[in-house]
């Protein structure tokens, strides 16, 4: 078993592919080494260490001891001293270092081989100042992090020894007094602890080497990993490396730098640095650092020298080297280096994070530059990120005051006048001001609020309440479940604390951080580069699915067709029902005694739905659209307080009494599968009559009128037998030809349903017979397979996550378990009697990257999503295609 891996003067046991073994840092060091880059030498000792670590009662194995020193004898031989050796001083770093990037999770310890003597022997060396100061350092990180002592009671000490002398600043404390600090350090150390600081170089290496496996499980670490998915089995790595010093003077600096600037993706060095100081220090924001490259000090109006002007030859070295680990890591790097009196050192290499902005940009130009090809550029994206490209969001130097914070529910930022109502929404945004719809909680009846609002803030719900899914669905941003707020709708206030707002007040919402900021918060519009439509290029000449949108309106099917829509997957027929001057009408229909009052309102209706459907059939331009008949259960249209009964009771000339009664009847609560659906259809044939006229004669206008015809695809909600959509089905064909006789043709059309009950999923031979298509609506899926309603889940899914009783909200990511189980099934008995049975999904999941390569590898033949995730579900249509290639490679 090799356990330990070393690497120094132009060669390295290890190499960058070995990050399981050696951890992200130690195999990109090793790298580096055998490119023959300048890096201190060093070893890795493995994460196998780790593994056996834990599984034995937190021991080593018995040859690690002589390897490790056998390693260190190597590093010695290398940087020209020993650990211990007062005359030839080793001093090391021991660093952490897991497969993937947790940043500040765990530890690191520098200068590790001081102790009385060797301090004094380095002081002789170099000079005392530099000695005493590393010295007081070491026992200020070492008794932190490897002893456990409050780094606190170390700069009391330093403070009030500073006060003493009468300076302020560490630089004017000589050695003398930094010898006495590190003297008081370790007195202070003795008397928490009841034992001293360890003098034995031996014991300080492997009580580090002990400290930094143990972060594997702090609390912290244990947080991060669960919340990124990182299986504790990864463990970590400990990295033991010669230091090099940053603090030997005014040629000496430290810094870190990107290859590109992680930002926007522009092709420069970026970063910073301090001279004369420690890696810690431009971390620690002591010292202001001063950036690396000239243009960036300009563009900056800096003061103080760049490192291009302060160390000029450095700087060229320090350029040549970004440019060689970029050009073999074909990725945007991420690096530490220091500079020790003149002499260049690296110290760590990594893919640098990166803004989606920047990630479009480094990723297209790459492949220009013939870094990468296009398959690996459509990789380097992540699809979730995108939606924040098209959204505008906070200008980041504005000046804000935060005055709640929620769930970032639906991104991107938005300013405007407050309003307590739909109704006040609509008249301010009629007015051309802009608005900020504030509820506790929304329902159906505030959607015309809701789309003249600039954005949505919620007291109450989560990231699938009412308002989160339809705020996304629309583009909106949102913010959800702001608990601390208080809305008082009569008297026109809300408070947030000590913050008291009226009605008209300018707020601003931030939908990517979840932040409520008071006044207006400078906006910066989204642009779409033209990279953003090549990658978007790239992705659609790989993906196999089909992307489509959910879309009620034809603004929304517009911006759906702008981000490369192929089609509605998903329009729903209630919302054009809530409309102040239809709901009238909808109330007649409904609250008719009477088929033939209830065929009356129906006339009203008709027209307006066939226009409905004339304006969106104009906007797709012959692309399919599916249009589901009218679902929700029709309590929904009907008024809910007690307040607003009597208004309509007056309106429509009813009791109070006896509309209030009516309304009881209807009403259904979550997750309403009662009357609803083709049940609704069935009941009420008259609705579903009435909209596949409106359909049917729509087409036939748009047609008439010179426009290309679309592919109709009638969908019917919430079927569990095959006879319900039969019996629906054979109102609708006798429609159409009823339509036939009257003009002489009718377009053509596919029926089909929504699988949205398990029943619906395990029947699908049966169904499949009638269906011409499925559509999965895996949101209600999701909610009757699993018995969560998704209205009520927010609270305890969060609660689930954070005790890991789940790692996926099933109303985000497809439950594979049980609603993925049910898809698979259905798909393929469904295709077992129709092989060309069109399936797709249009669920909220299908913008969700993971569920929609999941859609990929059960073959479904779309993916049906709100306008603003279109481009975010063609990017991950595109990967789920390419991941499927390299596993068949
Ligand atoms: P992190 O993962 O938190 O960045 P690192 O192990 O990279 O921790 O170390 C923290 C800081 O110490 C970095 O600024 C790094 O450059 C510096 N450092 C680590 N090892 C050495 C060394 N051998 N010589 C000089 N500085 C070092
Ligand atoms: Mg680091
Ligand atoms: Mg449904």
């Known amino acids: 078993m090799k356990w330990v891996y070393s690497f120094g003067d132009g060669k390295a046991d290890g190499t960058a592919a070995m990050k399981n073994l050696l951890g992200g840092k ?6 580096m080494s055998n490119l023959g880059l300048p890096v201190p030498p060093g070893f890795s000792i493995t994460t196998e260490v780790c593994s056996y670590f834990y599984k ?23 940087a020209q001293g020993r650990l211990g050796d007062a005359a030839r001083p080793l001093l090391v770093s021991v660093r952490s270092g897991a497969r993937v990037s947790m940043p ?16 004094e022997g380095l002081a002789k060396l170099t000079d005392a100042r530099f000695a005493y100061d590393s010295y007081r350092r070491f026992i200020q990180m070492y008794s932190d992090v490897v002893l ?53 170089v031996h014991e300080q290496l492997w009580g580090a080497v002990g400290a930094v496996f143990g972060s594997w499980n702090s609390a912290r670490a244990v947080t991060y990993r669960r919340l990124h998915n990182i299986p504790e089995e990864w463990g970590t790595a400990v990295t033991v490396q010669a230091m090099v010093f940053g603090n030997r003077g005014e040629t000496s600096a430290t810094g870190v730098a990107f290859t590109r600037d992680p930002a926007t993706g522009e092709r420069m060095l970026y970063g910073e640095f301090l001279i004369n100081a420690q890696g810690e220090d431009v971390v620690a924001g002591l010292r202001t650092p001063q950036p690396i490259a000239k243009v960036v000090r300009e563009r900056q109006g800096g003061k103080r020298p760049a490192m291009e002007e302060a160390l000029p030859k450095t700087f060229a070295e320090l350029s040549a080297i970004c440019a060689r680990l970029e050009a073999h890591f074909r990725d945007m790097q991420d690096l530490e280096f ?11 290499t990594r893919n640098g994070k990166r803004t989606a902005e920047a990630a479009l940009k480094i990723a297209v130009d790459m492949e220009r530059e013939g870094l990468i090809d296009k398959q690996t550029a459509i990789g380097r994206v992540d699809p979730s990120a995108l939606d924040q490209l098209l959204h505008p969001t906070l200008d980041p130097s504005a000046q804000k005051e935060q005055i709640a914070i929620g769930l970032a529910a639906s991104p991107g930022a938005a300013t405007g006048e407050i309003a307590f109502t739909a109704d006040e929404a609509e008249k301010v945004a009629a007015e051309r001001r802009d608005v900020i719809l504030v509820r506790t909680e929304t329902s159906p009846e505030d959607i015309h609020g809701m789309h003249a609002a600039r954005g949505i803030l919620t007291a109450r719900g989560g990231m699938t309440s009412h308002a989160a899914v339809v705020a996304r669905g629309m583009g909106r941003p949102c913010v959800s479940g702001a608990g601390m707020l208080k809305i008082d709708i009569a ?37 779409l580069t033209g990279d953003f439509s090549t990658l978007m290029g790239w992705a659609d000449s790989i993906r196999h699915l089909k992307v489509r949108t959910n879309a009620d309106t034809p603004q929304d099917a517009a911006t759906a067709r702008k981000f490369g829509a192929e089609g509605i997957g998903l329009c729903r027929t209630e919302h054009m029902f809530f409309d102040e001057h239809r709901i009238v009408a909808v109330r007649q229909m409904i609250l008719a005694d009477e088929e033939s009052e209830r065929k009356a309102a129906l006339a009203k209706l008709l027209p307006m739905q066939r226009h409905d459907f004339e304006e969106i059939f104009k906007v797709m331009e012959g692309l399919p659209v599916t249009i589901r008949l009218l679902d929700p259960p029709l309590h929904e249209f009907l008024p809910q307080s007690e307040q607003q009964i009597s208004a309509v009771a007056r309106d429509m000339g009813w009791g109070f009494v006896e509309l209030r009664a009516k309304v009881n009847q209807l009403h259904e609560s979550n997750p309403m599968l009662g009357h609803r659906g083709v049940r609704l259809g069935i009941t009420y044939p ?62 053509s059309y596919m029926i089909g349903t ?67 189980e049910l898809v698979k099934i259905a798909a393929q008995r469904g295709r077992s009697v129709r092989a060309n049975l069109k399936l797709g999904i249009c669920g909220e999941h299908g913008g969700d990257p993971d569920s929609i390569r999941f859609c990929h590898e059960t073959g479904l033949d779309y993916v049906s999503c709100s306008p603003f995730r279109v481009p975010v579900a063609r990017l991950a249509a595109a990967q789920a295609a390419l991941a499927s290639i390299n596993e068949v490679d």
């Open 104 to 119: 500040g999770m765990m530890d690191t310890v520098l200068n590790l081989g001081l102790n009385a003597e060797t301090t």
């Open 148 to 200: 456990g002592v409050e780094h606190s009671l170390f700069e009391e000490i330093l403070d009030s020894e500073k006060e003493a002398k009468g300076v302020d600043l560490d630089t004017e404390l000589n050695a003398d007094d930094l010898k006495k600090i590190a003297g008081l350090f370790k007195e202070r150390v003795h008397k928490e602890l009841g034992r001293p600081f360890p003098e034995d």
């Open 686 to 747: 008259e609705i579903y009559e009435m909209q596949a006229r409106a359909i049917l004669e729509a087409a036939l206008n748009v047609e008439a009128a010179g426009g290309v015809p679309v592919q109709l695809e009638i969908m019917i909600p919430l079927v569990a037998w095959k006879q319900e959509l039969d019996r629906v089905k054979e109102r609708i064909d006798a429609i159409a030809a009823a339509i036939t006789t009257e003009r002489g043709k009718v377009p």
């Open 26 to 31: 130690g195999a990109n060091l090793a790298e």
């Open 56 to 78: 034995h009662d937190q021991t080593y194995p018995a040859e690690l001891r002589p390897a490790v020193e056998a390693a260190l004898a190597e590093v010695g031989t290398m």
């Open 491 to 527: 008297n026109g206030v809300m408070t947030a604390g000590k913050h008291v707002l009226k009605r008209g007040d300018i707020i601003t919402i931030d939908g990517a951080t979840g932040c409520v900021y008071k006044g207006r918060v400078g906006l910066r519009q989204p642009e």
């Open 338 to 348: 220091t500079v020790q009196e003149g002499k260049l050192f690296m110290l760590q």
């Open 754 to 820: 929504m699988i949205e009950l398990p029943r619906a999923a395990l029947q699908a031979a049966q169904i499949a017979k009638s269906a011409e298509f499925f559509s999965f609506g895996t949101n209600d899926l999701t909610q009757t397979t699993i018995g969560i309603s998704r209205d009520d889940a927010g609270m305890f899914l969060t609660d689930y996550l954070n005790k890991g009783v789940i790692t996926r909200d099933p109303f985000v990511t497809i439950d594979a378990a049980g609603v993925g």
